[in-house]
Antibody, heavy 119, light 110 residues
Framework: EVQLVQSGAEVKKPGESLKISCKGSGYSFSSYWIGWVRQMPGKGLEWMGI????????KYSPSFQGQVTISADKSISTAYLQWSSLEASDSAMYYC????????????WGQGTLVTVSS | QSALTQPASVSGSPGQSITISCTGT?????????VSWYQQYPGKAPKLMIYDVSNRPSGVSNRFSGSKSGNTASLTISGLQAEDEADYYC??????????FGGGTKLTVL
């Protein structure tokens, strides 16, 4: 069974760093893209970027380029999304999802990680 | 890139059919047959309903269908049921090698 399990909810202060994770199982993790999607409270879905764990090829959506870093460790089937300096506006639910190829739909989703940034 | 354009809300009575439109540009919907649709219940992760414009994943009801004409894609739900009440998002691959979502449509079953 394909599963993507994300790390737990986080509460951080502005200016702090954060790295959240997405662990895949039940399939060949290196052979599928992993994407990250932001959903701010009461708002819609936004693509942040995608990574191919097999060679770490990464594409960022223009709005998120330079704002976050996406990485992956194929040896432990885990993808990451990280911030070096959080802002209150980063408070949101973050989902990871699996894509068959760079243009494909997300066929499996993680359960989401809620990030709250507040002083 | 700008979000794809969806109506904020649509509604229909049980048994009726509804269609949700999703309008983009030649750099996304019009340029590729990589349109997908997702259903999302409050507090839950999205679920894939349609991929590659008109294909249904295994397990998705055949009451859901997708199509595309030019820069506009559409999701049609026939035989509307109470359980279909949810938010729906379209998504397309773009010339920037990333995806772009629509703003989302809230479906109300009257």
């Amino acid at each position: 069974e394909v599963q993507l399990v994300q790390s737990g909810a986080e509460v951080k202060k502005p200016g702090e760093s954060l790295k959240i994770s997405c662990k895949g199982s039940g399939y060949s993790f290196s052979s599928y893209w992993i994407g990250w999607v932001r959903q701010m409270p009461g708002k819609g879905l936004e693509w942040m970027g995608i990574i191919y764990p097999g060679d770490s090829d990464t594409k960022y959506s223009p709005s998120f380029q330079g704002q976050v870093t996406i990485s992956a460790d194929k040896s432990i089937s885990t993808a990451y999304l990280q911030w070096s300096s959080l802002e209150a506006s980063d408070s949101a639910m973050y989902y990871c999802g699996r894509l068959r190829d760079i243009a494909a739909a997300v066929d499996y989703w993680g359960q989401g990680t809620l990030v709250t940034v507040s002083s | 890139q700008s979000a794809l354009t969806q109506p904020a809300s649509v509604s229909g009575s049980p048994g009726q059919s509804i269609t949700i439109s999703c309008t983009g540009t030649s750099s996304d919907i019009g340029g590729y047959n990589y349109v997908s649709w997702y259903q999302q219940y409050p507090g839950k992760a999205p679920k894939l309903m349609i991929y590659d414009v008109s294909n249904r994943p295994s397990g998705v009801s055949n009451r859901f269908s997708g199509s595309k004409s030019g820069n506009t894609a559409s999701l049609t739900i026939s035989g509307l049921q109470a359980e279909d009440e949810a938010d729906y998002y379209c998504n397309s691959y773009t010339s920037s090698s990333t995806g772009v979502f629509g703003g989302g449509t809230k479906l109300t079953v009257l």
